[in-house]
């Protein structure tokens, strides 16, 4: 079928939006018309080269619509459904089929290479690969080819172009205090960057009852944000000694880490105001993959320290996005605030306003 994509086309270029064919779904595959996709750094980051997909690529992986179409073998979702759309696994790994998707022995093959994981292609223009099934979806635009496997059917009161998001970031951000760490009541908590996924972790924190919720940002707009959304104490580490203003808030230390900057600076200076048996959450991907996190052995030995690699917040799409739109509809999990929508045809500006700092989270919506 004829659909409208976003292209990539080569690292630091805008995208293009263009009339592309996308191939019929096989058997355990859907189509869904796309109604709203999160624009998020990572795809910014594949735009320009740093995970090495091929071009002309079409990116995009936070998407949620309505499904147009199934494969023969799809019984989880039927035409009509609303869905949000999540990372691909293979669900046949040891670590997939022991409750741990985000691991999957695959996940490079099943999200990053430009194609599925058999080298086939999704998309085509004029007869030449267009490549995709980034995140097992390329839902930067109409419509998307996905796995019934990373495909979430919802019920939901909010409008379904919101959705998205949830399928990455905010389930990475949430589920990294409510899965991952698995932060504990009147436990304390510093989130390193106020960015979607340190937002989505404050929201986590609130339902398990953490206290204080400490929120390292530099951006004041985002610090106001986060303490509108729960925190009990912003800091802004420009200027700043941060272990002395976290030891002034939690003098015995504080018991979770986590991290979205992936800044070893800031890391070090959370782990310098740790709290005995503290825990150490890392999601922040480093703008050198090659970067290491220098830690004292003896003083992680004599802390107890541990510190864990989060992917996608240890989450399972098909139990835990349900779950947080749950906690949305009993009020304690207001993501859609964070939101801001632009027309899709406006990728360009929406990634400029974003560079900018003027908006939190943005979804990109179908044009008027």
């Given amino acids: 079928m004829q659909i409208t994509a976003a292209v990539a086309h080569g690292a630091h270029q805008d995208f293009t939006i263009e009339e592309v064919e996308l191939a019929a779904p096989r058997n355990d595959e859907l189509v869904v018309e796309i109604r709203g996709v999160g624009l998020c750094h990572t795809d910014i980051a594949a735009r320009d080269g740093v995970y090495g ?27 009509g459904d609303e869905v949000a759309v999540s990372f691909s696994s293979c669900r ?28 086939t292609d999704t998309m085509s223009s004029d007869g ?112 700043t000694d941060l272990t002395a203003a976290l030891r002034t808030i939690a003098p015995d230390g504080v018991d979770h880490i986590f991290d979205t900057t992936g800044r070893v600076d ?13 825990v150490v959450g890392l999601v922040g991907v480093p703008a050198d993959f090659s970067v290491d996190l220098p830690v004292n052995i003896v003083g992680a030995m004599q802390k107890g320290l541990t510190i864990t690699g989060i992917v996608e917040g240890d989450s399972v799409p098909e139990t835990f996005i349900p779950e947080l739109l749950a906690h949305h509809a009993a009020g304690r999990f207001p993501f859609d605030t964070l939101i801001t929508t632009y027309p899709f045809s406006k990728i360009n500006d929406a990634i400029a306003a974003q560079e900018r700092g003027e908006v939190t989270k943005l979804v990109l919506v179908p044009d008027a």
Avoid at 53 to 79: K, Q
Avoid at 102 to 118: K, L, M, Q, V
Wanted: glycine share 12%; aromatic share 4%.
């Fill in 266 to 278: 800031v890391i070090g200076a959370a782990i310098d105001a740790a709290a005995q048996n503290a």
């Fill in 53 to 79: 997909l091929p071009y002309p690529v079409v990116l995009g992986h936070e998407g949620s619509g309505v499904v147009v179409a199934v494969g023969d073998d799809v019984t989880t979702v039927a035409v």
């Fill in 128 to 239: 030449t690969p267009v490549h995709g099934h980034f995140f097992g979806q390329s839902s930067f635009a109409s419509h998307a080819l996905v796995n019934e496997r990373n495909t979430v059917k919802v019920e939901t009161d909010l409008d379904i172009s919101l959705v998205g998001p949830l399928g990455c970031g905010i389930q990475t951000g949430a589920g990294a205090i409510m899965n991952s760490m698995r932060c504990a009541a009147d436990r304390s908590l510093v989130v390193l960057g106020g960015g979607p996924v340190g937002l989505a972790a404050v929201m986590g924190a609130v339902i398990q009852g953490c206290t204080p919720i400490i929120v390292v940002e530099p951006m004041a707009s985002r610090r106001t944000v986060a303490t509108e959304l729960g925190a009990t104490h912003v800091i802004d580490p420009i200027g």
């Fill in 92 to 119: 046949r790994c040891r670590p997939c089929t022991t409750g741990r998707p985000a691991y999957c022995t695959e996940f490079t093959a099943e999200n990053y290479i430009g194609s599925r994981p058999d080298g």
